[in-house]
């Protein structure tokens, strides 16, 4: 039976009658600010018991049970850049959220050059894409043994292990697996056999899933991991099927080759999917420039909810007209939600003209508002004394015309 985060609370140092044991409490070493917080994230099974040090073997032995996240956490790891799945509590991600995104890997075989391995894992390692203000990334290179030749897939262990970023070892034979393994210096991969049919994925990572989650099963209380490559249909079907995967219900998924027109918008779809759904879709705070603007370029005000950055920035960058768009924190909401809600004030587009580089990139001192907000104006004058405030239209579409005519 679940433990309440209080009930889990009282048996942790900071709770306990044994002098030895509570001068530990609240120590902070398992990456929290207090027991009582531990606690909390081992009843919503977001954290593993063993990240105490401290706690008796009697408290853990009643703990271990109820504490054990019922998908746990895998951690794949090298040269501080890691890849982790599991942890995950909920079937569908309006129910809460999803916590770590799925580990989308390349495969090598070890039949190829050692040179173009590395060639290959340093490629996937390097590759990087800004998507509003989110660096999205690869997790890392999956070496499958195709030889059969334990030398050789070692060699390509060696190989793609240069490259210092997460690996998978696809390997049916232990004994060609333990050489691969002895070459992963500074690695912690993850070991798995080679899969040969993908005949009813998403049956079969939705059962998985549900009798991890719903019927607490230990036994299958673990990520699993995907080749949407096997599952036929050439090129295409690979990617349509990968996409399914990230979204139900993979931890890792391991594409046959690297191809960034292709990975990119799996990593754009899985970048939507892993996000809080009790907040709003948000891009970064900041400045982006749009069609290389100059010193001259006009500079735009608009508020980090994605779909406001988006209308604002597509129909500029349509237009061919270069400008500064200047995101303004507004917690994720609308220019008019945000006004509405006191989070998209003169105050807040104030300090965000003076906190970021704007002022540097430009050689005028004009800003646009929204439409939406022109009440705005008179108070912002005040806030920024030194900048010509103009108001725009109320519709992202008219911004082109606006600038063509009244800027």
Not at 104 to 120: H, K, N, W
Not at 342 to 359: H, L, N, P, Q, R
Request: proline share 7%; with cysteine.
């Amino acid at each position: 039976m679940a433990l309440s985060g209080l009930e889990i609370y009282k048996l942790l140092p900071a709770s306990s009658k044994d002098p030895a044991e509570k001068a530990h409490g609240n120590c902070k070493e398992c990456g929290y600010p207090t027991c009582l917080a531990f606690a909390m994230k081992l009843a919503a099974k977001q954290a593993e018991l063993a990240a105490c040090k401290y706690i008796s073997e009697a408290s853990k032995a009643k703990l271990s049970a109820a504490a054990q996240p019922p998908i746990r956490l895998i951690t794949l790891a090298a040269d501080g850049r890691s890849s982790k799945a599991g942890n995950e509590i909920v079937l569908f991600r309006h129910e809460k959220t999803f916590y770590n995104p799925a580990g989308i890997f390349v495969r090598v075989a070890d039949t190829l050059p050692a040179d173009e391995i590395r060639s290959q894992a340093q490629a996937v390692a390097d590759y990087k894409v800004d998507y509003v203000g989110l660096a999205l990334r690869l997790d890392g290179v999956a070496v499958e043994v195709a030889s059969g030749d334990p030398a050789q897939f070692a060699a390509a262990v060696a190989a793609a292990s240069a490259a210092q970023i997460p690996l998978i070892l696809m390997a049916e034979d232990p004994a060609v697996m333990a050489e691969g393994l002895a070459q992963a210096g500074g690695v912690t991969p993850l070991l798995c056999a080679v899969a040969h049919t993908f005949a009813d994925s998403l049956s079969a990572l939705t059962q998985l899933r549900r009798l991890a989650l719903k019927k607490n099963f230990r036994p299958l209380g673990y990520p699993a991991i995907a080749f949407p490559y096997l599952g036929g249909g050439g090129a295409d079907m690979e990617m349509i099927l990968a996409g399914q995967q990230i979204a139900k219900y993979a931890g890792f998924v391991v594409l046959s080759r690297f191809e960034p027109a292709e990975v990119y918008p799996l990593l754009v779809l899985r970048a939507n999917l892993f996000t809080d759904p009790q907040k709003p879709i948000q891009v970064e705070p900041g400045v982006y420039p749009i069609n290389k603007p100059t010193a001259d370029a006009p500079v735009l005000v608009t508020t980090n909810f994605s779909i406001t950055y988006f209308a604002v920035a597509n129909e500029m960058e349509s237009s061919g007209l270069p400008a500064w768009l200047l995101v303004a924190d507004a917690e994720g909401m609308s220019v008019l939600t945000a006004w509405a809600a006191g989070k998209f004030d003169a105050e807040k587009i104030a300090k965000t003209v003076k906190g970021t580089s704007i002022a540097d990139q430009v050689a005028h001192r004009k800003v646009v508002i929204p439409g939406h907000v022109a009440v705005l104006m008179g108070e912002l004058e005040e806030e920024l004394p030194d900048w010509q405030i103009k108001v725009g239209p109320r519709e992202a579409v008219d911004l082109p015309r606006f600038l063509k005519t009244a800027w």
